[in-house]
């Protein structure tokens, strides 16, 4: 009986660190579901006056001289630390999944984009069309490359990573990308033009919604799978009564 006794104690204390670090873990996983939560509400709440959600991309509400200019600066900031949060956080789900640390490495990368925003901000397309581009405007185009890029590269590693009903998700996700991304893109060279866009912001803030909603799917997965340390950890102790 004793020795039953001491047992459970041991297994108790074993279990407090890797109780704080699954709470922790959890924790981080949540930003990720606050980051999308945020920029959805960046994207698709945040206007001004003659501002439309369908003809104009979320760049022209921190384009140089927009209303909103200085609300989108201050929120980016927090939705750049909620990524690199939930980045953070996949690295430490990971286990001996090598997809999702690559998706973690991914996504702290896509969030590390944030630092050099400020110094992207694009001109508004009247400025544009008069020839007023900057160096600013080419970094913005460049970056939204990139980001792109690690987009659709998170998701595609992501698509390895769990069972076959993720992966279908994900596919359908990268579908949705290229589909709305082609109808962007199209529409791209008449912002530049000041030329009217009619769905150019729609077919954008799809996009990023795809993407947005796939981070939460992404979060809610690991968060009832846990890592391998933490079921390592919960194991029972076989000690014999005595």
Known sequence: MVATCFATTLEKRRLLPVDASEA???????????????????????????????????SELTAIGAPTERLWAQLAP????????????????????????????????????????????????????????????TMHLVLGGVTVFLMFLTIGFGATAFGMRFRLYSIASIVVLLAFGVLTF???????ANLPTPWIGLWERINISTFLLWVVVLASVLWRTGTS??????????????
Request: charged share 15%; aromatic share 10%; net charge positive.
């Open 24 to 58: 922790w873990r959890k924790a981080l996983l949540v930003c990720g579901v606050a980051s999308s939560l945020l920029y959805a509400v960046m994207i698709w709440a945040i206007r001004y006056e003659g501002y439309s959600l369908i003809a104009q991309v979320p």
């Open 186 to 192: 199209l529409e791209a060279p008449r912002l530049e």
């Open 229 to 242: 340390k933490e079921r390592r950890h919960v194991s029972p102790i076989s000690v014999q009564d005595s």
């Open 78 to 137: 927090i939705y750049t630390g909620l990524v690199a949060a939930f980045g953070w956080g996949l690295w430490r789900s990971a286990g001996r999944n090598r997809a999702v640390r690559v998706m973690g490495g991914l996504i702290l990368a896509y969030g590390s984009l944030g630092i050099l925003w400020p110094f992207a901000a694009m001109h508004q397309r009247e400025v544009l069309a008069a020839g007023g581009g900057t160096l600013s405007d």
